[in-house]
């Protein structure tokens, strides 16, 4: 099993910055890929970047050049660095990990969430 931590939310105004975290813990397990995920209210669940065990990137075009996701291998720990926050990124922000426990079977881990409410 799994556990996923996440930190970093708030509030802050357009334009302004926020750092989230998410640290995985528990036993047996390698990570293949970390992401994070953001869900506003009546819509679905997106992706907003994510980064694979090989330090390969992905973002969703809507924060390409503002967002910034990384890894800390050695602390089983994601960042999710967010400048020139906009209110339409307000949404509670979901960290994701993609893991393989005992060297043997793949499974799928979800925070419990952070809220990120940007004002205008």
């Known amino acids: 099993q799994v556990q996923l931590a996440e930190s970093g939310g708030g509030l802050v105004q357009a334009g302004g910055s926020l750092r989230l975290s998410c640290a995985a813990s528990?036993?047996?397990?390698?990570?293949?890929?970390m992401g994070w995920y953001r869900q506003a209210p009546g819509k679905q669940r997106e992706l907003v970047a994510e980064?694979?065990?090989?330090?390969?990137?992905n973002y969703a075009g809507s924060v390409k050049g503002r967002f910034t996701i990384s890894r800390d291998n050695a602390r089983n720990t994601e960042y999710l660095q967010m400048n020139s926050l906009k209110p339409e990124d307000t949404a509670g922000y979901y960290c994701?990990?993609?893991?393989?426990?005992?060297?043997?079977?793949?499974?799928?881990?979800w925070g419990q969430g952070t809220q990120v409410t940007v004002s205008s």
């Open positions: 528990g036993s047996g397990f390698s990570i293949n890929s």
């Open positions: 994701n990990a993609r893991v393989t426990l005992w060297n043997t079977v793949r499974n799928n881990y």
């Open positions: 980064i694979t065990s090989g330090d390969i990137t």
